[in-house]
């Protein structure tokens, strides 16, 4: 017994007694809940945008239940559907021409086009998106027999290239592996050298500590060119993905992403020489980014002030960029912004990583 | 000592950490091609004296100088003239000595006919395609000491380069540094809590502890200089007392283990104190199970300087 006690209380200790440790499995979990907590305040309490087409842009504004709900949603009360105990879900109709609809469906601004032809609703959606076949069945249920609704709704499913689920997936996965690539390749790796005490062998040689880490960042550079290759070589064959833009703006973005999260590698991998507080720091970066950056949900349901944040974080940029690049058509001038953005987060990063490296 | 001739110098050198003095102001000369031995138990300094001279920590206080040059001022060349092995270096697991060997030849700019040598040196050619985390102990402290002298380095760092191996792989370690002092006439600092290892190789041994030198001089000048006397070791059956020892004046020291049946004592000449102790013993009564006597050792020297064993 008394052994089992001694040993117990070692666990403690050997817990307690490493302060990077207790800040990730104590408080970084606290943080998260708090983050994610305010980002879906009052859970259920969903804002979703509806992409409103019409065949006869006056019918809308003549209609008058039609007017009322497109004014309510620009008062962004919207359409709500559900109950405070369910949590509600407010569908902020917006009122566009069929080729803005398809735009804001490929960037995920909608999940979900609702067209209005010879007075019947189509409700425009990939049918492997679970999220936009709930809005359907919601809406269907609310709508039905409604003065809104009174013919027949229907389901077209959204097939064409560019606005299925898979299309907007493909680009966010391919971003969040280079992500995933650099944080725990480079920063997990240069920190478990450190722990090692290789790293400081290698610098008791003449090695030039900027090729050494040039070399990282080249490396990775091409095991996700590799990576990249495959997994759209694979999407090409098997869902029919393709690249509509320019294949050079989407090597530049591909570049400019590689060197913000090198930087953010090796800002991350500074100081530490615990390989437990390196997988600590390696998932607070990746995790937030994993979650907010829209990579496997559109992350225009967070409010709008949450929205004007992520949309800055790298992996977002990267993601949005790439996919306007793959499904949007963008040229090299319309990626000028996040490549420059990128290289300078990148550039910022490792400058005040390298300050402060221990590389003993 | 000949300040020309002098390869390191060490001089008022400190360094503290927050509740240790690791290193409290050494001065050390090392002549050009003196292979000495740092020796001393764990957390004497050794390691932080050495890790300052390879210029991986810097004094707070005091200068170092290799071959007159400063590491602030001299790093790019120093980093040429000084080969080191760490304690405890894990090189990259999955990845092969011959690899290892040239990943760090490249930073010498050496050719494969280096690695060659090299290889053969630290006899791993038969092992050069495996992977590191495939070697045995031994194998890899060869590997280590094989990148340390890659550079043919002038001065050669070693902390600690034979802990953990058994004997076999200690003596492939020595016979390997021997080969280096004949053909290279490297300068070489050593760590090691192994005497053995320290009178072997080294003609100059530095005994330190609690960050200071407490002695130095080659074996022999250490011995005669602070060891005089030998050592008898017994045990008894009972309990023993200091008392029970005849002529006290005699004794120099008495070391009682705490089972108290197991005793050291040192005596300034064993001839004429052993038939004394042999027939107190006798004649009181107590019954010996064992008997061993020798001359003195470092590691009683250091004993008798700390109250603490070499390798403890």
Redesign the interface.
Known sequence: MKQFLQLISINFKEFYREPGIIFWAVLFPILMAWGLGIAFKQKGDLVQKIALVSDNETWITKNENWNRLIEESENQSGFTIGNKKMGETHYIMMSVSWNEAVQMLKKGVTEMIIKIENDSLQFHFDPHNPEAELSYLQLKAALNGSDIAKNTIDFVPMEQKGTRYIDFLVPGLLCMSVMMSCMWGISYGLIDKRS???L???V????NKSTFLAAQFVARLGLGFLEAFLLILFCYFYFNISISGSIIAFLLVFIAGNIAFTGIAIFTSSRTAETRVGNGLVNVVVMPMMILSGIFFSYHNFPDWAVKIIEKLPLTLMADYTRSVFIEGAGIADVIYPVVLLTVMGVAFSAVGLRIYKW? | MDSKTAMIEVREVRKYFKHVKAVDGIDLTIKKGEFIALLGPNGAGKTTLVEMI????KPDHGEIFIDNKTWKKNE?EL??L?G?S???????EKISVLETLRL?AS??NLDDQRIDEVLKLINLEEKKDAWVVNLSGGQRQRLALG?AILNKPEVLLLDEPTTGLDPTARREVWDILKKLKKELNTTLILTTHYMEEASYLCERIIIMDSGKILAQGTLKELLSKHIKGEVIMFSTQEKFDEKHLPSREKVHNVMIEPNQTEVEILVEDLVSYLPEFLNKFQSEGINLTSLECRKMTLDDLFINMTGKHLNA
């Open positions: 090692k005490k290789l400081r062998r290698m008791a040689t003449p090695m003993y | 390879e210029g991986i920590q790019k980093h040429q000084v080191l760490l304690q405890e270096t894990r090189f990259f760090f930073f010498y990148i």
